[in-house]
């Protein structure tokens, strides 16, 4: 039996029609706008709102590793690249967009999850029409991997910087220019750290509607921005003259460009369940243009700039380059938050794929105690994994003691310059 609750306002995705038959009317472009209209309805989300989550979805970690990124590509190759995988990515998410778009309308649907769109799209070519039940599961579990993978790295970036901040606050000064060699302070294993956090995580995920999460997501958006402006404002105020940076970088040195890059573009998994969740899903193109174009356009500049300002001194994450000024801690706090946020962003893709199914196998009355449990059984899973980890945290703990003496030479060459 199906359950009776409406999952995030949308439709019910554990419930899919019989495949098209060869004898099925396809609709005229004018009903095809009309059915498609009442996707969103009116407790969808809103063109500002599906932007904010847009850009909530695109600008997390992998924003903060591009300046490395571009290292590995060369100074001229590392952004033309990105600018080149930006085109690709915008055209491809607007290609998967226009495909759900016309299924939609084929099939008299008013809504398509990518496994639907990936289904139903292989029956229309003869000889993949028999195995696209399973381009539908291969999907799935690709999606599963990818998003809740982001959310494992979210852990590892909230556990890890709030343990840097706290270990570290006796070194700490309100002196951004003169940085003395920082010596932690142990303090807890990173893995209690996650554990602290899974409470208020799995009180987060608990949030099903995206049309609510978009306050916490705006305000992520603003504690994002601030941080950016002041990794920014350092940068430019610490660019050497003259620039004396390669073009471009090894060849060798090129995949690790690609894999961090493809890394930051983490929004994808996001495009459709936002698109699907509209008041006017007809607006969607704009907003996607709109929205990856400032993506692109950050990743781009905070790429450069931040290799420009740091040169070959850059690190995984820019925010190791940063002085252990209370100023700059605040920035790695305030970016914390945001990816606080963003993880039930990315974690809302796996729960519209697992939880629907396992809901409509239980009666109305379980229906709502089944979707919380695999919510927190999710959320448990991805600190899970991290926590069996030897290192607590897939080797992402930092040597504060090198980095601060790299800030200390670092000061003094630009004090005698």
């Not at 495909?99 to 084929?106: I, N, P, V, Y």
């Amino acid at each position: 039996m199906a359950s009776d609750i409406n999952y995030q306002d949308g439709p019910d995705f554990s419930r899919r029609d019989e495949s098209p038959t060869e004898d099925e009317p396809i609709h005229s472009p004018g009903s095809r706008q009309t059915e498609y209209e009442r996707i969103g309805g009116r407790t969808g989300s809103s063109v500002l709102q599906t932007i904010i989550h847009l850009l909530k979805g695109n600008i997390g970690t992998g924003l903060l590793g591009l300046p490395l990124a571009v290292r590995n590509a060369g100074l001229l190759v590392g952004p033309l690249s990105l600018l080149i995988m930006g085109i690709v990515a915008v055209h491809c998410m607007n290609l998967l967009v226009k495909c759900a778009h016309h299924l939609s309308a084929k099939l008299g649907k008013p809504f398509l999850s990518y496994g639907d769109a990936v289904e139903y799209g292989m029956e229309n070519v003869s000889w993949l029409s028999r195995h696209s039940i399973w381009g539908r599961h291969v999907v799935n579990l690709f999606l599963n991997i990818t998003q809740l993978g982001f959310c494992c790295v979210y852990f590892v970036f909230l556990s890890d910087n709030v343990k840097q901040v706290v270990e570290t606050a006796n070194a700490t000064t309100g002196n951004c220019h003169n940085n003395e060699t920082a010596v932690p302070v142990p303090s807890y294993d990173s893995r209690l750290y996650m554990v602290f956090f899974l409470p208020f995580i799995i009180l987060l995920v608990f949030i099903r509607n995206l049309k609510y999460l978009a306050p916490l997501s705006f305000a992520a958006n603003i504690c994002m921005c601030a941080s950016l402006v002041l990794i920014y404002y350092y940068c430019l105020t610490n660019i050497p003259n003259p620039i004396n940076l390669p073009l471009a970088g090894r060849g060798a040195d090129y995949p690790l460009f690609f894999g961090t890059a493809i890394f930051a573009f983490e929004g994808i998994g996001v495009v459709l369940p936002l698109e699907n969740k509209m008041q006017n899903p007809r607006n969607f193109t704009k907003v996607l243009y709109l929205g990856m174009g400032i993506v692109t356009f950050l990743y781009i500049s905070l790429g450069t700039i931040g290799y420009i300002g740091f040169g070959e001194e850059i690190r995984g994450s820019i925010t190791l380059n940063l002085p252990l000024c209370w100023l700059y801690q605040i920035v790695k706090l305030l970016y914390s938050f945001g990816i606080y946020i963003t993880y039930a962003l990315q974690f809302y893709v796996s729960a519209e794929i697992l939880i629907p199914p396992a809901v409509a196998r239980c009666g109305p009355r379980w229906a709502l105690m089944v979707d919380l449990s695999i919510r927190v059984a999710l959320v448990g899973l991805t600190c899970l994994l991290l926590c069996m980890e030897d290192d607590g945290g897939l080797g992402f703990h930092l040597n504060y003691l090198h980095l601060s003496s790299k800030h200390k030479q670092r000061s003094q060459a630009i004090g005698t310059a």
